[in-house]
């Protein structure tokens, strides 16, 4: 069964610097996708960034860019200059490319630090 | 609208009601899913629709859970005879393909005195 795994349930940083969030994976194919969303307090869970498995080049948009390592089943998030209105709870997220269920971590919980 | 519309945002009912949470999706979104998300925890997989398909409800905790969804579109979860551990944000997300990202609503949250 695939799983995924956050460990950090809380991470704090400070406003305008550098943070990494952890997700691993476990899973026997070789073809899948990786997501991760995030979740304000309004609740609505949000697409940060995405990421297929079969490309090597890790995905970036604007602020958010992924280490994916896949060899090591990692999946990484890091936020360049942090801002108040990134403070969230992140999700991890994993689907196989064929099939209909999302595989989701269980968060964590971000905090930024003015 | 543009987007995910759940309803209501907010339902407090008591112990051994029967529930009813609605989910419209974006037009067009052929993929739902529902899912349940306890204080703190992660989301958990409850049942998902794709077309005219038979639905996958392979989530569901038990019989007293169900959900339809009407003409390809609009998707209602039931809960039978609420228990306290139902208590819980139920979300609903839709989808245009079923290998596509997933579009969420805002959820409902239940409260089961």
């Known amino acids: 069964a695939q799983t995924v795994t956050q460990s950090q349930p809380e991470m704090s940083v400070q406003e305008a610097e550098t943070v990494t969030l952890s997700c691993t994976y476990d899973?026997?194919?070789?073809?899948?996708?990786l997501f991760w969303y995030k979740q304000p307090p309004s609740r609505q869970m949000i697409l940060v960034i995405r990421?297929?498995?079969?490309?090597?080049q890790n995905a970036t948009e604007n602020r958010f860019s992924v280490n994916f390592q896949k060899a090591a089943k990692s999946f990484s998030l890091k936020i360049s200059d942090s801002q108040l209105g990134d403070a969230a709870m992140y999700f991890c997220?994993?689907?196989?490319?064929?099939?209909?269920?999302?595989?989701f971590g269980t968060g964590t919980s971000l905090t930024v630090i003015p | 609208g543009a987007g995910v519309s759940q309803s209501p945002s907010n339902k407090v009912t008591e112990k051994g009601k029967d529930v009813e949470l609605r989910c419209d999706p974006i037009?067009?979104?052929?993929?739902l899913y529902w899912y349940r998300q306890s204080l703190g925890q992660g989301l958990e997989f409850l049942i998902y629709?794709?077309?005219?398909?038979?639905?996958?409800k392979s989530g569901l905790p038990s019989d007293r859970f169900s959900a339809e969804r009407t003409g390809g579109s609009v998707s209602t979860l039931t809960i039978q005879r609420t228990q306290q551990e139902d208590s819980a944000v139920y979300l609903c997300?839709?989808?245009?393909?079923?290998?596509?990202?997933?579009?969420f609503g805002e959820g409902s949250r239940l409260t089961v005195l």
């Open positions: 997300a839709s989808s245009l393909y079923s290998s596509g990202e997933l579009f």
């Open positions: 899973t026997s194919e070789s073809d899948y996708y």
């Open positions: 990421q297929e498995a079969y490309k090597q």
């Open positions: 997220a994993y689907r196989r490319n064929t099939g209909n269920q999302f595989y």
């Open positions: 037009s067009g979104h052929t993929a």
């Open positions: 629709f794709q077309g005219n398909s038979a639905p996958d």
